[in-house]
Every structure is written in structure tokens, then in C-alpha cells.
């Protein structure tokens, strides 16, 4: 079984894309939705379909996220079911749930993502999924955007994401590696680019290399006021 995780908070303008998208997906799979307390129309859209459970949680994607993963652990039919944690504003690969029961057979396969790719044709967009790509190679730590993927038992192990408000799924990366080294998988997730846009693209690569450079060399400290949150 694959457990599609997706926390939202008023996500109305893209999440009806990725709910469109993910439904197009074949194979086994149940969807949860954890919602973080929205005031837009986003929980009236997850309610019109029959086949999303639908829970709330205190808001941040951590507290969201595990609270998604601990119903489905509660469901789980074994523990080598996979937990595929998606963000609202990103849309899979077409075969994405397909590759993920064929290698459902494969233990030596415990965690893994996708690279990354923004919607929209903007080589300044491009050059930001490529150093987020190239980044992701070279340090094994799958991002957020990424649709991380982890082995139900494995990701339990762990302790779940750390309860932080930022940098939760780098944290959880790194400490993946001491368990496992996550397989990058080639086929590209696609985010919707609105909020980099909406940011300033070279703003938003600024912010960028400043994460790569607190998460290889620990500086700077960044503060919650950083990850803004933009709609």
C-alpha cells in the first residue's frame, strides 16, 4: 500500500491540480489530507471527494505531516507500506505510484524522492531546480518539494519528523542517511512556480543557496521570519 500524505494550508489555488493529477495515478493508494487550520475554500474541496480522508492538525508540516503518517501507521497493512509525502502545489509523474509498488519488492529500497522541476518555462526557475537537483546528489537529503518516500516501519524508527517549524524535512534527511542512502529517482515532480514569482525569482534563489549553506556548512542561522509564508 502507498500512503499519499499532503498537508495543506489555503491551498485552494493549487491543490485542485494535484488532487486531479494524483487521481490519474495507478495502482493502490489511499490519500490523507492534513489540514492546518485553512480559511479559504481548500477543506470544502478536499470534502467533494469520496476518496480522501480528510484530518486536521495544528498547523505547521511536521505537526501535519506526522499526524498523517500516524493514521495510516494505525491502517498500515505491512510494514514495508510506503508513506509518500506530497506537498498541495506539486504535481507527480505520471508513472510516479506505479515505480513505487514495483519497487515495493525491492528491501534494499527504504526512502527515496524525485528530482525537482518548476512549472513554467523561466531559465532562472530552471537553474534553481538544477542546483536543487545537483544539491540533492551530492547530499543524499531529500527536500520537501521532492515527494520524499519512506518505508512506513523505517520512517517510525526514526521518530517521525522532528516537531520544528522549518527545515523539518532536512533534519529528517539527515538523519535517513545514518539508516539509508534515499534513491533519486529521474522522473521530475513539478511545482507550481506562483509563489517564487510572487517572491522575486532572484530572491527566492538568494534564499535558495542560503538553506544549501546552512545545511553543508551550518551557517547562517536561519530564522523562522525567512520561510515567509506566501500564498
Request: contains cysteine; proline residues 6%; glycine residues 6%.
Amino acid at each position: 500500500m502507498i500512503w499519499v500524505i499532503i498537508p495543506t494550508l489555503n491551498e485552494e489555488r493549487a491543490l485542485p491540480s494535484t488532487l486531479k493529477s494524483l487521481f490519474r495515478q495507478s495502482g493502490e493508494y489511499e490519500v490523507i489530507v492534513v489540514d492546518g487550520g485553512s480559511t479559504d475554500h481548500t477543506c470544502d474541496h478536499i470534502a467533494s471527494h469520496p476518496r480522501i480522508t480528510l484530518l486536521t492538525a495544528p498547523r505547521g508540516r511536521a505537526s501535519q505531516m506526522n499526524a498523517g503518517a500516524g493514521h495510516a501507521w494505525n491502517l498500515k497493512q505491512s510494514n514495508d507500506d510506503w508513506l509518500l509525502f506530497l506537498h498541495a502545489d506539486t504535481i507527480l509523474p505520471t508513472d510516479a505510484l506505479s515505480h513505487l509498488h514495483r519497487l515495493q519488492a525491492q528491501p534494499n529500497c527504504q526512502a527515496g524522492g524525485f528530482t525537482h522541476q518548476f512549472s513554467g518555462n523561466d531559465w532562472r526557475l530552471r537553474f534553481i531546480s538544477w542546483l536543487d537537483n545537483f544539491r540533492c546528489t551530492k547530499s543524499h537529503i531529500i527536500y520537501g518539494d521532492q515527494a520524499l518516500f519512506v518505508r512506513q516501519e523505517l520512517f517510525e524508527r526514526i521518530g517521525r519528523f522532528p516537531n520544528q517549524p522549518i527545515l523539518e524535512d532536512i533534519d529528517f534527511g539527515k538523519k535517513l542517511l545514518h539508516y539509508t542512502i534515499p534513491l533519486l529517482l529521474p522522473s521530475p515532480v513539478i511545482t507550481d512556480a506562483r509563489k517564487f514569482l510572487r517572491m522575486g525569482i532572484w530572491k527566492s534563489l538568494t534564499r535558495v543557496l542560503l538553506i544549501i549553506l546552512h545545511v553543508e556548512y551550518g551557517l547562517p542561522t536561519l530564522t523562522p521570519a525567512f520561510f515567509q509564508d506566501i500564498r
